[in-house]
């Protein structure tokens, strides 16, 4: 017995025509018609929905079959979905066997037993008999589907729901495909759904919601139920919903990470990705200063340590801690060598902005054992290549990546400030050393702070540069201050010949300053507490001398003395 078609209002064709166009249903934001008057209404709908509600694993239910906190929602998803694959992996053999009665292919469609797929199966209605035994729809293939369940999965009970097949196909690729491919049991009355108990709530929800375009619930443990739910049966448009509820909600540490933690299926889908950059932009707001959270830190999983160190705003010492953390972290989280190796290669290595680190850490890396052979090198030679670069390529290059995911070039926002270092040998052992301070990165000095560089050597020891806001104490005004230290504490003595320059308009040249000697113990600095001999005003001023496009050019060049 055929069933008889819908009113014209509801004609599938036309409908389909402008979902399938750029902008069409299945992908718009604009506003679209309610019809929730029509839900389960018998006098709107065209077919029966049979959803059969199998029983979840006891292991997946939480205490009081709930879940009391986004926590045990994290902890029985991933149990469900482990279930889940077992038990189709279960159905899939069994299929094997069967096949004659329980064909590979449902209404024409080819269905993947991925995780969390949707299967569905359509089917005469009771009265529709007599039918060949061959012929999908009928009610021996039907019998041999559920009896092929009910071995493995026990039907709790069955929801009946009557729906509107152009409604649901219009929201849904999934119905379309059921509801379109054209053989005879598209046009039948009757559809069979199996979901496990802990989805039928959702999946009423995300039901209704494809007919009222609004869902009733808003805990976050809900709304990521009919997430779920929503990706098994690709309705864009409600996961665009729970997506956007879900970031209106306050964020926690926790739920970032669920939400970091979801299946690939649903964390990849485009309406799921402004969640999760949401989520992404909590973590690395919350953990931005690192030194104050290194234990905390340092337990984050994979997806926790690419959210923080993939800022640009990370407030680090320099690159060479941010390479020596993710060492530790990945040494802790992953103990064997191959692991770690592998996770470097693919995960890892792209948060570490290789240009950026000191001459001395890359060639740590040359000789660490946690990077691949082959990789090591690559990267290297990479960052050399890049500092030899000229300043205006550099920042090119910083430039071309600024949309990137992952950038190698662009500073982040480092404590110490990065020097570059021009290094002699013969015939004295002298070292040029310019540092760069932007106009911003001045102007927070004021009145009384102070901004350090990175540390680089000569002779063996290290140094280091600090610039300071001062009080000139016989003018009594502010002022920029220079001053060279030496790191190593204790009896060391090195006596060093130094020169301070700055670069200077109109000529833009490096105009020197100051020089003398010094020779340095350890906790020692040697500098000037007002390098221009200026005011501070003056120095910062729209019309000041030293900065070049919003840029502050320092030198030194220190000559270990005979």
């Given at each position: 017995m055929r069933v008889l078609k819908v009113p014209d209002l509801f004609d599938l064709s036309t409908i389909m025509v402008s979902d399938f166009s750029p902008g069409g249903a299945f992908g718009s934001d604009t506003t679209e018609p309610d019809f929730g008057f029509a839900f389960n209404d018998s006098n709107f709908s065209d077919r029966v929905l049979r959803i059969e509600i199998m029983p979840d694993s006891p292991e997946t239910k939480s205490d009081g079959d709930c879940c009391s906190s986004i926590a045990d929602w994290a902890r029985n998803r991933k149990r469900r979905r482990e279930d889940f694959k077992k038990e189709i992996d279960v159905v899939q053999r069994q299929e094997q066997v069967l096949n004659c009665n329980v064909p590979d292919t449902v209404d024409g469609l080819t269905y993947e037993n991925r995780d969390d797929d949707a299967v569905a199966?359509?089917?005469?209605?009771?009265?529709?008999?007599?039918?060949?035994?061959?012929?999908?729809?009928?009610?021996?293939?039907?019998?041999?589907?559920?009896?092929?369940?009910?071995?493995?999965?026990?039907?709790?009970?069955?929801?009946?729901?009557?729906?509107?097949?152009?409604?649901?196909?219009?929201?849904?690729p999934f119905?379309?495909?059921?509801?379109?491919?054209?053989?005879?049991?598209?046009?039948?009355?009757?559809?069979?759904?199996?979901?496990?108990?802990?989805?039928?709530?959702?999946l009423l929800d995300l039901l209704h919601?494809?007919?009222?375009?609004?869902?009733?619930?808003?805990?976050?443990t809900a709304l990521l139920d009919v997430l779920m739910v929503a990706d098994k049966f690709e309705v864009a448009s409600c996961m665009r919903y729970c997506?956007?509820?879900?970031?209106?909600?306050?964020?926690?540490?926790?739920?970032?990470?669920?939400?970091?933690?979801?299946?690939?299926?649903?964390?990849?889908?485009?309406?799921?990705?402004?969640?999760?950059?949401?989520?992404k932009q909590f973590l690395a707001a919350k953990y931005k200063d690192v030194t104050k959270f290194q234990d905390e830190v340092l337990n984050l999983p994979l997806?926790?340590?690419?959210?923080?160190?993939?800022?640009?705003?990370?407030?680090?010492?320099?690159?060479?801690a941010v390479y020596d953390f993710l060492l530790k972290w990945a040494r802790t989280h992953y103990p064997k060598l191959e692991e770690r190796r592998r996770v470097f290669a693919t995960r890892l290595g792209r948060l570490i902005?290789?240009?950026?680190?000191?001459?001395r850490k890359l060639k740590k890396v040359l000789t660490?054992?946690?990077?691949?052979?082959?990789?090591?090198?690559?990267?290297?030679?990479?960052?050399?290549?890049?500092?030899?670069?000229?300043?205006?390529?550099?920042?090119?290059?910083?430039?071309?990546?600024?949309?990137?995911?992952y950038r190698h070039f662009l500073e982040r926002a480092y404590k110490y400030r990065p020097v570059k270092v021009v290094e002699f040998e013969k015939p004295r052992q002298q070292c040029v050393v310019y540092l760069d301070l932007k106009r911003e990165e001045c102007a927070h000095l004021f009145p009384g702070g102070k901004v350090y560089s990175q540390a680089f050597h000569l002779g063996g020891q290290g140094f280091f540069f600090s610039a300071h806001c001062h009080m000139d104490q016989q003018s009594s005004f502010h002022c920029f201050g220079l001053f060279l230290g030496m790191q190593e504490k204790g009896p060391v003595t090195f006596a060093v010949d130094y020169e301070f320059a700055a670069r200077s308009k109109p000529t833009e040249d490096y105009i020197s300053k100051y020089k003398g000697n010094y020779t340095f113990t350890g906790g020692k600095a040697v500098g000037y507490r007002n390098l221009f001999g200026i005011p501070w005003t003056t120095f910062m001023a729209d019309d000041s001398n030293y900065f070049i496009n919003g840029v502050l050019h320092l030198r030194a060049e220190l000559t270990v003395r005979q």
């Open positions: 199966m359509i089917e005469g209605s009771p009265s529709d008999v007599g039918l060949n035994c061959n012929q999908i729809g009928n009610d021996t293939a039907y019998d041999n589907y559920s009896s092929l369940n009910k071995d493995h999965l026990t039907v709790l009970r069955v929801n009946i729901i009557h729906i509107s097949s152009p409604i649901l196909a219009a929201k849904s119905f379309y495909k059921l509801f379109s491919n054209g053989m005879t049991e598209s046009e039948q009355r009757y559809v069979t759904l199996p979901v496990h108990a802990s989805e039928e709530a959702a919601f494809m007919y009222s375009n609004t869902l009733s619930t808003t805990t976050p997506s956007r509820l879900l970031r209106n909600l306050p964020m926690t540490c926790e739920s970032a990470l669920l939400y970091l933690d979801l299946p690939s299926t649903v964390l990849m889908a485009d309406a799921v990705q402004p969640l999760a950059d949401a989520a997806a926790g340590i690419e959210a923080v160190f993939s800022s640009d705003d990370l407030q680090v010492a320099s690159e060479d902005r290789f240009p950026h680190m000191t001459c660490c054992n946690d990077f691949d052979a082959e990789i090591a090198p690559k990267v290297v030679l990479e960052a050399l290549f890049f500092k030899a670069e000229t300043p205006h390529k550099q920042r090119a290059l910083a430039s071309e990546e600024a949309n990137a995911p």
